[in-house]
């Protein structure tokens, strides 16, 4: 099946610096990728979405200028948490949709990030 | 709005069946998915089934859905412990295609 990976797996960086984590299509060309954030005990609850080569669209209360999302090529999507603090200590986890409209949607390892 | 509910923790004996339920809103919604989640993992799909279907069954895996009523379940029968996990549903909404999550039913299977 399709497989989709996130780098790093786990991190911890100081308050006010940024952290970026990758999400990559392994075996198939994702025209559309997710961000989520899962907090302790919650649901996922939807970031933004990504399509190739254009602008990110964000759910509402998600700071685009906090989460930059970045969709470069058709197997990477990044998502860059600038100045980062205690709060956005999360799991961040990442989606990727080979076809427009396909009923799947492939979901990565998760990345666990915690701020000091 | 799209909203989807789950109870929260569910407790069965090993062999014994798990039902998890899952109310959903969105009338419109085209699937309806089961996803599992292991500690410190991330989501992997059991198994969906399309708006239109009453009932889909893979292997250890039933799923039911009422449209009528907006109420899917899953059931695990000869429920192991390696089930125990945590188990969302999921919609996909009609309009915007979205996933809209449950909060995840917390499966605990008992040896």
């Known amino acids: 099946g399709a497989v989709v990976s996130q780098h790093p797996s786990r991190v911890i960086c100081k308050s006010g610096t940024s952290v970026k984590i990758e999400c990559r299509s392994l075996d198939f060309q994702a025209t559309t990728m997710f961000w989520y954030r899962q907090f302790p005990k919650k649901s996922l609850m939807l970031m933004a979405t990504s399509n190739e080569g254009s602008k990110a669209t964000y759910e509402q209360g998600v700071e685009k200028d906090k989460f930059l999302i970045n969709h470069a090529s058709l197997t990477l999507s990044t998502l860059t948490v600038t100045s980062a603090h205690p709060e956005d200590s999360s799991f961040y986890i990442c989606s990727a949709r080979d076809l427009a409209g396909s009923y799947e949607q492939y979901f990565g390892p998760g990345t666990r990030l915690t701020v000091t | 709005g799209e909203d989807v509910e789950q109870s929260l923790f569910l407790s069965v004996r090993e062999g014994d069946s798990s039902v998890i339920n899952c109310t959903y809103t969105?009338?419109?919604?085209?699937?309806l998915y089961w996803y599992k989640q292991e500690p410190g993992a991330g989501l992997q799909l059991l198994t969906y089934i399309f708006s239109n279907m009453d009932m889909k069954q893979d292997q250890r895996l039933t799923v039911l859905l009422n449209k009528k009523d907006k109420h899917l379940s899953l059931r695990i029968a000869d429920t192991q412990t390696g089930d125990s996990a945590i188990y969302f549903c999921?919609?996909?909404?009609?309009?915007?295609?979205?996933?809209?999550f449950g909060q995840g039913t917390t499966l605990q299977v008992k040896p």
């Open positions: 999921a919609e996909k909404a009609g309009n915007t295609g979205k996933l809209i």
């Open positions: 969105d009338s419109s919604s085209t699937y």
